[in-house]
T-cell receptor, first 115, second 113 residues
Framework: DQQVKQNSPSLSVQEGRISILNCDYT??????FLWYKKYPAEGPTFLIS?????DKNEDGRFTVFLNKSAKHLSLHIVPSQPGDSAVYFC??????????????FGKGTKLSVKP | SQTIHQWPATLVQPVGSPLSLECTVE??????LYWYRQAAGRGLQLLFY??????ISSEVPQNLSASRPQDRQFILSSKKLLLSDSGFYLC????????????FGEGSWLTVV
């Protein structure tokens, strides 16, 4: 049972336009969400996060939106740049309980930004 | 500042051979440590986590094991590799308390042939 779903395996966007990456989750106990960016043959790097008590968090060109009622979050990149081309992973955390803050990841979405 | 290193970066091993991937974290103490695997089409799967020396929790049944002999050292092992063990293995760490983000190492490519 996949608790964090990224239903689009790939996305292609023109440079300068907006990239929107989507993520859905099933567990209402998730209280913190993160986006990671991964280049080929490298470890993922943290990009941006949002707490469940908020509905929006912005950091430069990156904005994450959280819709708790729909159990949906999205990452907006504006404007998109060729260097943004990577695989983006959505992750969720289920509190600080027995699993000590373990993150559950989606399968990732490969973003290609074309010049 | 804190850094995480894992090695080897690339490994090609025959079926049935042993495995040892090592990870160390510097610049912090008592971190939570993790081993993830990225297999094709399956995203990042948590394999093991550790909250302290000698404390290992396994998230999925498998052919692998983990050990934490020192506070900032995390080792992923196997006695006999299977073809299905191929993948990209990632070590990660998180400060023990109060920080939500985990930080990944560079990753290790394992190909079992």
């Amino acid at each position: 049972d996949q608790q964090v779903k990224q239903n689009s395996p790939s996305l292609s966007v023109q440079e300068g336009r907006i990239s929107i990456l989507n993520c859905d989750y099933t567990n209402s106990m998730f209280d913190y969400f993160l986006w990671y960016k991964k280049y080929p043959a490298e470890g993922p790097t943290f990009l941006i996060s949002i707490s469940s008590i908020k509905d929006k968090n912005e950091d430069g060109r990156f904005t994450v939106f959280l819709n708790k009622s729909a159990k949906h979050l999205s990452l907006h990149i504006v404007p998109s740049q060729p260097g943004d081309s990577a695989v983006y992973f959505c992750a969720a955390r289920k509190g600080w309980g027995g699993s000590q803050g373990n993150l559950i990841f989606g399968k990732g979405t490969k973003l290609s930004v074309k010049p | 500042s804190q850094t995480i290193h894992q090695w080897p970066a690339t490994l090609v091993q025959p079926v049935g051979s042993p495995l040892s991937l090592e990870c160390t974290v510097e610049g912090t103490s008592n971190p939570n440590l993790y081993w993830y695997r990225q297999a094709a089409g399956r995203g990042l799967q948590l394999l093991f986590y550790s909250v302290g020396i000698g404390q290992i929790s396994s998230e999925v049944p498998q052919n692998l094991s983990a050990s934490r002999p020192q506070d900032r050292q995390f080792i992923l092992s196997s006695k006999k590799l299977l073809l299905s063990d191929s993948g990209f293995y990632l070590c990660a760490w998180r400060p023990g308390q109060g920080v939500n983000t985990i930080y990944f190492g560079e990753g290790s490519w394992l190909t079992v042939v």
